[in-house]
Protein backbone atom coordinates (compact mmCIF):
# COMPACT_ATOMS: atom_id res chain seq x y z
CA UNK A 1 0.00 0.00 0.00
CA UNK A 2 1.81 3.40 -1.31
CA UNK A 3 1.65 5.55 1.44
CA UNK A 4 -0.04 9.28 0.69
CA UNK A 5 2.63 12.29 0.00
CA UNK A 6 3.05 14.88 1.86
CA UNK A 7 4.16 18.36 1.01
CA UNK A 8 7.91 19.67 2.42
CA UNK A 9 6.67 21.62 4.80
CA UNK A 10 3.89 19.63 6.33
CA UNK A 11 6.98 16.99 6.64
CA UNK A 12 8.85 19.71 8.32
CA UNK A 13 5.71 20.37 10.60
CA UNK A 14 5.17 16.86 11.17
CA UNK A 15 9.04 15.92 12.49
CA UNK A 16 9.42 19.16 14.47
CA UNK A 17 10.06 18.68 18.12
CA UNK A 18 8.58 22.06 18.75
CA UNK A 19 5.11 22.21 17.10
CA UNK A 20 4.37 18.90 19.66
CA UNK A 21 4.89 21.07 22.44
CA UNK A 22 1.35 20.79 24.08
CA UNK A 23 -0.65 23.85 24.55
CA UNK A 24 -0.63 26.07 28.01
CA UNK A 25 -2.61 25.54 30.12
CA UNK A 26 -4.84 28.45 31.61
CA UNK A 27 -3.19 30.33 34.36
CA UNK A 28 -4.77 29.76 37.96
CA UNK A 29 -7.49 31.85 38.80
CA UNK A 30 -7.51 33.78 42.04
CA UNK A 31 -10.55 33.13 44.46
CA UNK A 32 -12.76 35.60 44.50
CA UNK A 33 -12.42 37.77 47.68
CA UNK A 34 -13.92 41.39 49.14
CA UNK A 35 -10.33 42.14 50.97
CA UNK A 36 -7.48 43.41 48.94
CA UNK A 37 -4.84 41.09 47.31
CA UNK A 38 -1.31 41.64 46.77
CA UNK A 39 -0.07 39.61 43.86
CA UNK A 40 3.53 39.24 41.57
CA UNK A 41 4.14 39.08 38.33
CA UNK A 42 7.41 36.85 39.43
CA UNK A 43 6.25 34.93 42.07
CA UNK A 44 5.88 30.95 41.45
CA UNK A 45 2.46 29.78 40.21
CA UNK A 46 0.99 26.86 42.10
CA UNK A 47 1.27 24.48 38.72
CA UNK A 48 3.34 24.75 35.27
CA UNK A 49 1.05 25.92 32.59
CA UNK A 50 3.74 25.37 29.57
CA UNK A 51 6.44 22.82 29.15
CA UNK A 52 9.94 22.91 29.88
CA UNK A 53 12.60 22.93 27.12
CA UNK A 54 15.90 21.74 27.49
CA UNK A 55 18.60 21.48 24.45
CA UNK A 56 21.80 19.69 24.55
CA UNK A 57 24.96 20.72 25.44
CA UNK A 58 26.61 21.25 21.50
CA UNK A 59 23.90 22.62 20.52
CA UNK A 60 23.89 24.97 24.15
CA UNK A 61 27.16 26.60 23.24
CA UNK A 62 25.38 27.88 20.21
CA UNK A 63 22.62 29.25 21.87
CA UNK A 64 20.32 26.98 19.58
CA UNK A 65 17.29 26.19 21.23
CA UNK A 66 15.59 24.57 18.26
CA UNK A 67 12.72 28.20 18.46
CA UNK A 68 13.15 30.60 15.76
CA UNK A 69 15.96 32.31 16.86
CA UNK A 70 18.75 31.95 19.29
CA UNK A 71 18.91 32.48 23.00
CA UNK A 72 21.27 34.22 24.61
CA UNK A 73 23.83 32.78 26.76
CA UNK A 74 23.73 35.40 29.35
CA UNK A 75 20.09 34.71 30.39
CA UNK A 76 20.54 30.90 29.88
CA UNK A 77 24.33 29.07 30.29
CA UNK A 78 25.92 31.54 31.85
CA UNK A 79 23.11 32.34 34.57
CA UNK A 80 22.32 28.19 35.53
CA UNK A 81 24.65 25.69 35.34
CA UNK A 82 21.55 23.34 34.46
CA UNK A 83 19.74 25.96 32.03
CA UNK A 84 15.56 24.99 31.21
CA UNK A 85 13.59 27.65 29.77
CA UNK A 86 9.76 28.00 29.23
CA UNK A 87 8.59 30.00 25.99
CA UNK A 88 6.00 32.30 26.15
CA UNK A 89 5.96 33.73 22.81
CA UNK A 90 7.70 32.34 19.68
CA UNK A 91 7.62 35.60 17.85
CA UNK A 92 6.53 38.95 19.12
CA UNK A 93 6.02 42.53 17.27
CA UNK A 94 9.40 43.58 18.69
CA UNK A 95 10.90 40.44 16.36
CA UNK A 96 11.74 38.59 19.71
CA UNK A 97 11.52 34.97 21.61
CA UNK A 98 9.80 35.77 24.90
CA UNK A 99 11.08 33.51 27.32
CA UNK A 100 11.98 32.94 31.18
CA UNK A 101 13.69 30.20 33.29
CA UNK A 102 11.63 26.95 34.22
CA UNK A 103 14.14 25.80 37.14
CA UNK A 104 11.54 26.69 39.66
CA UNK A 105 8.99 24.03 38.69
CA UNK A 106 11.70 21.43 36.97
CA UNK A 107 13.73 21.30 40.39
CA UNK A 108 10.59 21.12 42.53
CA UNK A 109 9.98 17.95 40.66
CA UNK A 110 13.56 16.49 40.73
CA UNK A 111 13.08 16.99 44.57
CA UNK A 112 9.75 15.24 44.78
CA UNK A 113 11.19 12.31 42.97
CA UNK A 114 13.53 12.04 45.26
CA UNK A 115 11.16 11.08 48.46
CA UNK A 116 9.77 8.52 46.63
CA UNK A 117 6.44 9.14 47.31
CA UNK A 118 3.21 7.60 45.43
CA UNK A 119 0.73 9.82 44.84
CA UNK A 120 -2.39 9.21 46.91
CA UNK A 121 -5.79 10.24 47.05
CA UNK A 122 -6.52 13.66 49.06
CA UNK A 123 -7.77 13.06 52.29
CA UNK A 124 -6.89 14.51 56.30
CA UNK A 125 -4.38 13.68 58.10
CA UNK A 126 -5.08 13.90 61.94
CA UNK A 127 -1.62 14.94 63.83
CA UNK A 128 -3.28 14.59 67.10
CA UNK A 129 -2.94 10.90 66.51
CA UNK A 130 0.10 8.76 66.02
CA UNK A 131 -2.08 6.66 62.97
CA UNK A 132 -1.22 7.34 59.92
CA UNK A 133 -3.70 7.60 57.42
CA UNK A 134 -4.26 5.08 55.33
CA UNK A 135 -2.90 5.32 51.37
CA UNK A 136 -5.59 5.15 48.42
CA UNK A 137 -4.01 4.77 45.32
CA UNK A 138 -5.20 6.69 42.28
CA UNK A 139 -4.50 3.91 40.13
CA UNK A 140 -6.22 1.37 41.57
CA UNK A 141 -9.11 -0.50 39.00
CA UNK A 142 -12.10 0.80 40.60
CA UNK A 143 -10.66 4.24 40.79
CA UNK A 144 -8.45 5.00 37.46
CA UNK A 145 -11.37 4.71 34.88
CA UNK A 146 -12.59 7.22 32.04
CA UNK A 147 -15.81 7.72 30.76
CA UNK A 148 -15.05 5.31 27.46
CA UNK A 149 -13.18 2.27 30.08
CA UNK A 150 -14.87 -0.93 30.42
CA UNK A 151 -14.55 -1.40 33.98
CA UNK A 152 -17.22 1.71 34.73
CA UNK A 153 -20.26 0.01 34.92
CA UNK A 154 -19.02 -2.11 38.16
CA UNK A 155 -20.56 -1.40 40.88
CA UNK A 156 -18.74 1.09 42.95
CA UNK A 157 -16.64 1.78 40.39
CA UNK A 158 -15.09 5.81 40.09
CA UNK A 159 -13.99 7.80 37.34
CA UNK A 160 -11.75 10.86 37.60
CA UNK A 161 -12.84 12.63 34.07
CA UNK A 162 -16.05 13.35 32.69
CA UNK A 163 -17.03 14.29 29.12
CA UNK A 164 -18.81 17.38 29.89
CA UNK A 165 -18.43 20.50 31.92
CA UNK A 166 -18.29 20.82 36.00
CA UNK A 167 -21.07 23.78 35.10
CA UNK A 168 -20.24 25.35 38.51
CA UNK A 169 -16.79 26.17 37.77
CA UNK A 170 -18.08 28.01 34.28
CA UNK A 171 -18.38 31.57 33.98
CA UNK A 172 -22.40 32.82 31.90
CA UNK A 173 -20.29 32.77 28.15
CA UNK A 174 -18.86 29.78 29.25
CA UNK A 175 -22.27 28.07 30.05
CA UNK A 176 -23.79 29.82 27.25
CA UNK A 177 -21.72 28.38 24.71
CA UNK A 178 -22.08 24.89 26.46
CA UNK A 179 -26.10 25.56 26.13
CA UNK A 180 -25.15 26.07 22.38
CA UNK A 181 -23.63 22.73 21.97
CA UNK A 182 -26.45 20.86 23.28
CA UNK A 183 -29.20 22.41 21.42
CA UNK A 184 -27.19 21.06 18.47
CA UNK A 185 -26.98 17.57 19.88
CA UNK A 186 -30.46 17.67 20.36
CA UNK A 187 -31.55 14.32 18.19
CA UNK A 188 -28.65 12.43 19.48
CA UNK A 189 -29.62 12.97 22.80
CA UNK A 190 -33.40 12.33 22.38
CA UNK A 191 -31.93 9.17 20.84
CA UNK A 192 -30.46 8.31 24.30
CA UNK A 193 -33.64 8.96 26.25
CA UNK A 194 -35.32 6.39 24.29
CA UNK A 195 -32.68 3.90 25.10
CA UNK A 196 -32.86 4.98 28.76
CA UNK A 197 -36.88 4.87 28.84
CA UNK A 198 -36.69 1.36 26.84
CA UNK A 199 -34.45 0.15 29.42
CA UNK A 200 -36.56 1.20 32.39
CA UNK A 201 -39.93 -0.21 30.88
CA UNK A 202 -37.92 -3.78 29.83
CA UNK A 203 -36.62 -3.65 33.94
CA UNK A 204 -40.44 -3.38 35.20
CA UNK A 205 -41.49 -5.92 33.17
CA UNK A 206 -39.20 -8.12 34.20
CA UNK A 207 -39.31 -7.31 37.97
CA UNK A 208 -43.35 -7.71 37.38
CA UNK A 209 -42.94 -10.96 36.09
CA UNK A 210 -40.22 -12.18 38.92
CA UNK A 211 -43.30 -11.21 41.19
CA UNK A 212 -45.72 -12.91 39.37
CA UNK A 213 -43.81 -16.17 39.31
CA UNK A 214 -43.70 -16.42 35.20
CA UNK A 215 -40.18 -17.45 33.52
CA UNK A 216 -37.64 -14.41 33.19
CA UNK A 217 -36.52 -15.84 29.48
CA UNK A 218 -39.80 -15.51 28.30
CA UNK A 219 -40.28 -11.54 28.98
CA UNK A 220 -39.99 -9.28 25.81
CA UNK A 221 -39.18 -5.98 25.45
CA UNK A 222 -42.35 -3.49 25.67
CA UNK A 223 -42.79 -1.82 22.62
CA UNK A 224 -43.29 2.16 22.95
CA UNK A 225 -44.80 4.36 21.31
CA UNK A 226 -44.43 8.23 20.77
CA UNK A 227 -47.33 9.43 22.53
CA UNK A 228 -45.57 7.23 25.57
CA UNK A 229 -42.41 8.58 25.32
CA UNK A 230 -43.64 12.38 25.21
CA UNK A 231 -45.52 11.22 28.05
CA UNK A 232 -42.33 10.34 29.72
CA UNK A 233 -40.58 13.35 28.78
CA UNK A 234 -43.22 15.98 29.71
CA UNK A 235 -43.12 14.00 33.39
CA UNK A 236 -39.65 14.81 33.83
CA UNK A 237 -39.83 18.09 33.16
CA UNK A 238 -42.80 18.43 36.04
CA UNK A 239 -40.53 17.21 38.51
CA UNK A 240 -36.92 18.86 38.77
CA UNK A 241 -36.04 16.04 41.42
CA UNK A 242 -36.26 13.34 39.00
CA UNK A 243 -35.53 15.22 36.14
CA UNK A 244 -31.47 16.05 37.58
CA UNK A 245 -30.37 12.18 37.76
CA UNK A 246 -31.68 11.91 34.50
CA UNK A 247 -29.77 15.16 32.96
CA UNK A 248 -26.11 13.99 34.62
CA UNK A 249 -26.25 11.05 33.77
CA UNK A 250 -26.94 11.78 30.51
CA UNK A 251 -24.26 14.57 29.09
CA UNK A 252 -22.02 13.00 31.80
CA UNK A 253 -21.83 16.09 34.07
CA UNK A 254 -19.93 16.04 37.30
CA UNK A 255 -21.99 16.10 40.38
CA UNK A 256 -23.08 19.41 41.46
CA UNK A 257 -22.33 20.81 45.40
CA UNK A 258 -24.45 20.00 47.76
CA UNK A 259 -27.64 21.45 48.10
CA UNK A 260 -27.79 23.90 51.13
CA UNK A 261 -30.48 23.17 53.95
CA UNK A 262 -33.05 25.56 53.60
CA UNK A 263 -33.41 24.79 50.58
CA UNK A 264 -34.35 20.87 50.99
CA UNK A 265 -38.19 21.76 51.54
CA UNK A 266 -38.21 23.56 48.12
CA UNK A 267 -38.18 21.70 44.55
CA UNK A 268 -34.75 21.67 42.74
CA UNK A 269 -32.91 19.48 40.21
CA UNK A 270 -31.24 16.98 42.39
CA UNK A 271 -27.85 15.51 40.98
CA UNK A 272 -26.47 11.98 41.94
CA UNK A 273 -23.94 10.87 43.91
CA UNK A 274 -20.81 11.64 42.63
CA UNK A 275 -18.77 9.22 40.54
CA UNK A 276 -15.03 10.99 41.02
CA UNK A 277 -12.24 9.51 42.20
CA UNK A 278 -11.55 12.96 44.12
CA UNK A 279 -14.23 15.12 44.72
CA UNK A 280 -12.85 18.25 44.85
CA UNK A 281 -11.30 18.09 41.42
CA UNK A 282 -11.76 16.55 37.85
CA UNK A 283 -8.63 15.75 36.77
CA UNK A 284 -6.31 12.20 37.33
CA UNK A 285 -5.64 12.62 41.33
CA UNK A 286 -2.10 12.15 40.13
CA UNK A 287 -1.03 14.84 38.37
CA UNK A 288 1.73 12.81 36.37
CA UNK A 289 4.12 13.36 39.45
CA UNK A 290 4.56 9.95 40.45
CA UNK A 291 3.41 6.16 38.84
CA UNK A 292 3.69 4.37 42.25
CA UNK A 293 0.87 2.86 43.29
CA UNK A 294 2.08 2.01 47.00
CA UNK A 295 5.20 2.61 49.86
CA UNK A 296 6.08 -1.13 48.95
CA UNK A 297 9.86 -0.25 48.11
CA UNK A 298 12.80 -1.23 50.65
CA UNK A 299 15.77 1.31 51.18
CA UNK A 300 19.08 -0.38 51.51
CA UNK A 301 21.24 1.16 53.39
CA UNK A 302 24.96 0.74 52.06
CA UNK A 303 26.67 -0.67 55.49
CA UNK A 304 23.38 -1.25 57.73
CA UNK A 305 21.07 -3.02 54.84
CA UNK A 306 17.75 -2.98 54.68
CA UNK A 307 15.55 -0.38 56.66
CA UNK A 308 12.28 0.29 57.35
CA UNK A 309 11.86 4.03 57.09
CA UNK A 310 13.52 6.04 54.25
CA UNK A 311 16.38 8.57 54.69
CA UNK A 312 14.96 11.34 56.24
CA UNK A 313 14.51 15.04 55.02
CA UNK A 314 15.18 18.12 56.26
CA UNK A 315 12.54 20.77 56.32
CA UNK A 316 13.38 24.35 56.86
CA UNK A 317 10.97 26.81 58.73
CA UNK A 318 9.34 29.44 56.64
CA UNK A 319 7.25 30.83 59.20
CA UNK A 320 7.29 30.34 62.49
CA UNK A 321 3.53 29.93 64.59
CA UNK A 322 2.55 33.15 65.84
CA UNK A 323 -0.31 35.80 64.95
CA UNK A 324 -0.48 36.94 61.26
CA UNK A 325 -2.70 39.23 60.18
CA UNK A 326 -4.85 39.49 63.02
CA UNK A 327 -5.37 35.67 63.61
CA UNK A 328 -3.04 32.85 64.80
CA UNK A 329 -1.25 31.10 62.33
CA UNK A 330 0.25 28.05 61.90
CA UNK A 331 4.05 27.06 61.15
CA UNK A 332 4.88 26.60 57.37
CA UNK A 333 7.55 24.69 56.74
CA UNK A 334 9.60 23.61 53.63
CA UNK A 335 10.26 20.21 52.10
CA UNK A 336 11.96 19.40 48.89
CA UNK A 337 10.40 22.95 47.19
CA UNK A 338 6.89 22.79 48.49
CA UNK A 339 5.59 24.35 51.42
CA UNK A 340 3.68 22.25 54.03
CA UNK A 341 1.56 23.87 56.36
CA UNK A 342 1.71 23.07 60.19
CA UNK A 343 4.03 19.79 59.72
CA UNK A 344 2.93 17.55 62.71
CA UNK A 345 2.59 20.25 64.89
CA UNK A 346 1.06 17.68 67.80
CA UNK A 347 3.46 15.05 67.60
CA UNK A 348 6.12 17.55 68.93
CA UNK A 349 4.50 17.75 72.77
CA UNK A 350 6.53 14.28 73.83
CA UNK A 351 9.50 14.80 71.03
CA UNK A 352 10.91 18.57 72.54
CA UNK A 353 9.69 21.53 69.92
CA UNK A 354 12.77 22.05 67.22
CA UNK A 355 13.99 25.33 67.88
CA UNK A 356 12.78 28.55 65.89
CA UNK A 357 9.17 26.76 65.68
CA UNK A 358 7.32 28.79 68.05
CA UNK A 359 9.38 31.97 66.98
CA UNK A 360 11.76 33.64 64.80
CA UNK A 361 15.47 32.96 66.16
CA UNK A 362 17.76 34.57 63.70
CA UNK A 363 21.00 32.96 66.44
CA UNK A 364 20.75 29.26 64.32
CA UNK A 365 23.16 28.77 61.97
CA UNK A 366 21.66 28.26 58.70
CA UNK A 367 17.87 28.78 59.42
CA UNK A 368 15.91 27.16 61.57
CA UNK A 369 15.69 23.14 60.50
CA UNK A 370 14.54 19.85 61.46
CA UNK A 371 14.27 16.28 60.03
CA UNK A 372 10.92 14.71 58.96
CA UNK A 373 9.92 11.38 57.49
CA UNK A 374 7.47 12.09 54.71
CA UNK A 375 3.93 10.07 54.49
CA UNK A 376 1.62 10.62 52.25
CA UNK A 377 1.28 13.37 49.16
CA UNK A 378 -2.00 14.39 47.13
CA UNK A 379 -2.75 17.07 44.88
CA UNK A 380 -5.86 19.19 45.77
CA UNK A 381 -7.75 21.51 43.13
CA UNK A 382 -5.94 24.19 42.86
CA UNK A 383 -2.73 22.01 41.71
CA UNK A 384 -1.00 22.15 44.56
CA UNK A 385 0.92 19.68 46.20
CA UNK A 386 0.14 18.43 49.65
CA UNK A 387 2.37 16.46 51.86
CA UNK A 388 2.11 15.29 54.93
CA UNK A 389 5.16 14.09 56.88
CA UNK A 390 6.04 13.14 60.90
CA UNK A 391 8.59 14.27 62.68
CA UNK A 392 11.75 11.76 61.64
CA UNK A 393 12.36 9.31 64.75
CA UNK A 394 15.66 8.16 66.36
CA UNK A 395 15.31 4.66 64.41
CA UNK A 396 15.21 6.50 60.89
CA UNK A 397 18.39 9.17 61.62
CA UNK A 398 20.51 6.14 63.83
CA UNK A 399 21.43 4.89 59.80
CA UNK A 400 22.17 7.52 58.36
CA UNK A 401 24.48 9.73 61.52
CA UNK A 402 21.86 12.65 62.13
CA UNK A 403 21.55 14.52 64.98
CA UNK A 404 18.54 17.65 65.58
CA UNK A 405 20.28 20.39 66.25
CA UNK A 406 20.26 21.58 70.05
CA UNK A 407 20.69 25.81 70.95
CA UNK A 408 22.95 25.73 73.41
CA UNK A 409 22.08 27.70 76.72
CA UNK A 410 23.95 29.40 79.32
CA UNK A 411 24.50 25.92 81.50
CA UNK A 412 26.09 23.70 78.69
CA UNK A 413 29.60 23.97 77.08
CA UNK A 414 30.80 24.70 73.86
CA UNK A 415 32.66 22.50 71.94
CA UNK A 416 35.97 24.73 72.12
CA UNK A 417 35.79 24.42 75.59
CA UNK A 418 35.43 20.61 75.77
CA UNK A 419 38.74 20.19 73.83
CA UNK A 420 40.38 23.15 75.96
CA UNK A 421 38.95 21.90 79.15
CA UNK A 422 42.57 21.60 81.16
CA UNK A 423 44.35 24.79 79.80
CA UNK A 424 43.15 28.00 81.42
CA UNK A 425 44.25 30.39 78.57
CA UNK A 426 45.39 34.24 79.67
CA UNK A 427 43.39 37.34 78.98
CA UNK A 428 46.46 39.17 77.50
CA UNK A 429 48.06 36.23 75.47
CA UNK A 430 47.56 37.69 72.24
CA UNK A 431 49.57 40.56 73.51
CA UNK A 432 52.94 38.88 74.50
CA UNK A 433 55.33 42.16 73.59
CA UNK A 434 53.00 44.83 75.48
CA UNK A 435 53.73 44.58 79.06
CA UNK A 436 50.55 45.56 80.86
CA UNK A 437 51.86 46.36 84.62
CA UNK A 438 55.30 48.09 85.53
CA UNK A 439 58.45 46.33 85.93
CA UNK A 440 59.14 43.77 88.65
CA UNK A 441 59.56 40.68 90.98
CA UNK A 442 56.01 40.70 91.86
CA UNK A 443 54.45 41.93 88.56
CA UNK A 444 56.59 39.81 86.13
CA UNK A 445 54.46 37.32 84.01
CA UNK A 446 53.69 33.98 85.18
CA UNK A 447 53.32 30.96 82.98
CA UNK A 448 50.09 28.92 82.80
CA UNK A 449 49.20 26.91 85.13
CA UNK A 450 48.55 23.50 85.02
CA UNK A 451 46.74 21.18 87.19
CA UNK A 452 45.44 21.41 91.10
CA UNK A 453 48.71 21.51 92.58
CA UNK A 454 49.69 24.62 90.17
CA UNK A 455 46.83 26.32 91.41
CA UNK A 456 47.46 25.01 95.11
CA UNK A 457 50.90 26.43 94.99
CA UNK A 458 50.20 30.19 93.60
CA UNK A 459 47.59 30.31 96.42
CA UNK A 460 50.01 29.88 99.07
CA UNK A 461 52.47 32.28 97.78
CA UNK A 462 49.77 35.10 97.49
CA UNK A 463 48.99 34.30 101.16
CA UNK A 464 52.31 34.23 102.01
CA UNK A 465 53.66 37.27 100.37
CA UNK A 466 54.60 40.43 102.36
CA UNK A 467 52.13 43.02 102.45
CA UNK A 468 52.73 46.51 100.76
CA UNK A 469 52.43 49.83 103.16
Known sequence: MATARVS????????????????????????????????????????PTRASIVTPQSSL??????????????????????????MNALDTYEHVTDFESAADHTMTLEKFQELHMPMS??????????????HQSPFETFVDNTETSKTLGEAGAKQFRHTGPWLA????????????????????????????????????????????GEDLEKVQPPKITDAEFNTYLKSLREDPFALGPVVFELLDLPSAPTVPSERIGRKYYQSPGTKLSAPEYATHPSAGLSYARSHASVYNHPQHGPQAYQKPVEA????????????????????GGIAVEDLNAMTFIDQGTPPGLTAFDATIPGGA????????????????????????????????????YKKPNAMSITE??????????????????????????????????????????????????????
Open 416 to 469: AARQGAHVVPRMDSHRPNSPRFRAGAENAPRKTMRGTEDIARSLMENLNAPKKD
Open 316 to 335: RILRPKGRFKGRVSKAIAGV
Open 169 to 212: GQTEAEFAGYLKQIRRQKPELLQKMRERFDSKRYAEARKLAQDN
Open 61 to 86: ARGDWGLKRPLPSKSTSEKSSRPVVR
Open 121 to 134: LPSKVNYATSMTPR
Open 8 to 47: PTANLLRKSRLFALPQALQTPRDPPSSRVVNESNSATLPH
Open 369 to 404: KYWVSPIRAAVDSDGRIGLSSYRAGSTAKAPYGIKD
